[in-house]
Structure formats: structure tokens, C-alpha cells
């Protein structure tokens, strides 16, 4: 598999929008109607206001994104730190530089938005300290590999979700920028926090107010926006910094929570709406569980 995805990252990335991108969107949106329902749903309970036509087309260019993602990150696999600056633009890195430069620790939260995958490589060439973004394991062990790969290359470090305690301590008192993708939900019986996310009880990782206090990090939300087709910019901006108030143990992702919201609504079409973000209904009683 490892040889297959490289040579595929020696073709050229409008051949590989055309030859994998273009069939992929075909087979998922049109003929398998791959979660098409569950998409439509999600965008139809986030957007109320938005008339049927608005939000269909929402549907099908965030499949036309995914699908382009699909070629993105097969052809960064082989991909130099110069071509990756070419078509990623880090408008303020000194945010985080000057921070980690000072001894404090960065935790980058971002989402499933526009290119993901790219942020990890475009962090890593443009900030004075590789990442280590956090990840869970994916089902296929060789997409798995390929994933870890691809995140690890200029440096990086990916760290699996369930080793991420155990480096947090072991690296509490260097400086480091972690990346943590948040917008999924957790199982049901983990802790979690609800809140209104669009226009819905939506239910979050309780984690990353834990690992800013525990690094006494400060936190930065990672905006990206899609020029065209396989370019795009990234602004980091704080959402949270040192001192953390006792007792305020989810002011992170709240914070991140309607960062990420506002995000969504200047581009709706580049979240990922397949996801089941909204999987089973807040209890009752209310309250983080």
C-alpha cells in the first residue's frame, strides 16, 4: 500500500484531482449515494434559515471538497516543504513561534475543515517547533500507516490519543505545539460537555481544557480558507492563555466551540457533513455526561 500511495504522489495534482477526485465524487454522491442522507440531514438541522436549493448545493460541493481532499493528501505524501508553502499560506506564525520561543507550549485546535491534513505539514515548515498533532487510529491498518506517515513528515509526531496522557507528562516542562482535531464526539459513555453547536444540543471531548492546564499552554484556534482548488491560507488566533480559572474546566472548548461554529458558517461546505457528529440525544438531566 505504501508503494502504491507513492507512486501515486509523483503525479501531478490536477491529474490526480481528474483521475481520483472526479470518479470518487461520482461513486460516493451520485451512483453509491455513500451517507448522502445522514450529510443532508446534518446540513438541513444546522441551517434552518437556508432555503432546500442553498443547502443542497452546501451537499454536493462538500463532497466535491472531500473528494479533492482524497487527492490533496495523496499527492503531499511526496510532496517538498517548498510546495507545500506554495499552496498553503501561514499568514501569522509568529504567534505561535514567539510563544514557544518564550518556553510555552502551543495547543493548536482545529477541525475537520477545508484541508486538514495539510494544516499538519504546513505547521510543521513554517513554526520553529515540529508539531505533535494527536490522532486516533483509523480502522484499515495500512490507511492507518499511510495517515502517520504522512503526518510525520517534516518532522512531526503524531501521538495516539490513547499514549497522549502519558507524553503530556513525560513533556510538561519543554515547550511543544500539540494539534488536536476537537469537533468529534465521543462515545457515549465517555465524559463529555454539551453545548448549543448550529442550532443543536451537541455533545464535545472534554480533553483540551485538561491539556492546556496541565502544559499551561496557551491555546489557538486554527482558521483555513480555501483560495481554490488546492490552495489555501491559515490564521491562528488565541482563544484561551494562562492563567486558567479553577473551576472553569470547560472554558476551552467553549471557546473553541464558537470559534469553530462561526468558521462553518462562513463556509459551509467545508466541514465534513458525513461525519455522525450528532449520534445519539443529550440525556435529560443535562450536565457533561
Known amino acids: 500500500m505504501r508503494f502504491i500511495?507513492?507512486?501515486?504522489?509523483?503525479?501531478?495534482?490536477?491529474?490526480?484531482?481528474?483521475?481520483?477526485?472526479?470518479?470518487?465524487?461520482?461513486?460516493g454522491y451520485y451512483i453509491f449515494r455513500w451517507r448522502r442522507r445522514l450529510a443532508a440531514a446534518n446540513i438541513a438541522r444546522s441551517f434552518p434559515e437556508l432555503s432546500a436549493e442553498t443547502r443542497a448545493d452546501i451537499l454536493k460541493q462538500s463532497y466535491r471538497n472531500l473528494c479533492g481532499l482524497v487527492a490533496e493528501v495523496i499527492w503531499s505524501y511526496g510532496a517538498t516543504p517548498a510546495q507545500i508553502r506554495e499552496r498553503v499560506t501561514v499568514e501569522n506564525p509568529e504567534l505561535v513561534r514567539d510563544r514557544i520561543r518564550a518556553g510555552q507550549s502551543v495547543l493548536l485546535m482545529t477541525a475537520h475543515f477545508c484541508n486538514w491534513e495539510w494544516q499538519v505539514l504546513a505547521g510543521n515548515t513554517e513554526l520553529d517547533e515540529p508539531m505533535f498533532p494527536v490522532y486516533k487510529a483509523q480502522r484499515v491498518a495500512a490507511i492507518d500507516r499511510f495517515l502517520v506517515e504522512a503526518r510525520s513528515r517534516f518532522g512531526g509526531t503524531p501521538?495516539?490519543?490513547?499514549?497522549?496522557?502519558?507524553?503530556?507528562?513525560?513533556?510538561r516542562s519543554e515547550a511543544h505545539v500539540?494539534?488536536?482535531?476537537?469537533?468529534?464526539?465521543?462515545?457515549?459513555?465517555?465524559?463529555?460537555?454539551?453545548?448549543?453547536?448550529?442550532?443543536?444540543?451537541?455533545?464535545?471531548f472534554v480533553g483540551a481544557d485538561a491539556i492546556a492546564r496541565i502544559l499551561k499552554a496557551t491555546v489557538v484556534f486554527v482558521t483555513m480558507h480555501r483560495i481554490r482548488r488546492g490552495y489555501y491560507?491559515?490564521?491562528?488566533?488565541v482563544i484561551d492563555e494562562p492563567p486558567y480559572d479553577r473551576g472553569a474546566d470547560t472554558q476551552v472548548i467553549e471557546h473553541y466551540v464558537r470559534a469553530l461554529e462561526a468558521e462553518i458558517r462562513t463556509s459551509p461546505a467545508d466541514w465534513l457533513w458525513i461525519h455522525r457528529k450528532w449520534k445519539y440525544p443529550k440525556p435529560r438531566a443535562g450536565g457533561a455526561r
Open 233 to 237: 491560507t491559515m490564521r491562528v488566533s
Open 159 to 171: 501521538i495516539p490519543h490513547t499514549a497522549l496522557t502519558r507524553e503530556l507528562l513525560r513533556r
Open 178 to 204: 500539540y494539534a488536536l482535531v476537537a469537533d468529534q464526539t465521543p462515545v457515549h459513555n465517555e465524559l463529555k460537555y454539551w453545548t448549543t453547536f448550529l442550532h443543536q444540543d451537541s455533545a464535545f
Open 5 to 27: 500511495f507513492g507512486l501515486l504522489s509523483r503525479i501531478p495534482l490536477d491529474v490526480l484531482y481528474a483521475v481520483i477526485s472526479r470518479p470518487l465524487f461520482d461513486w
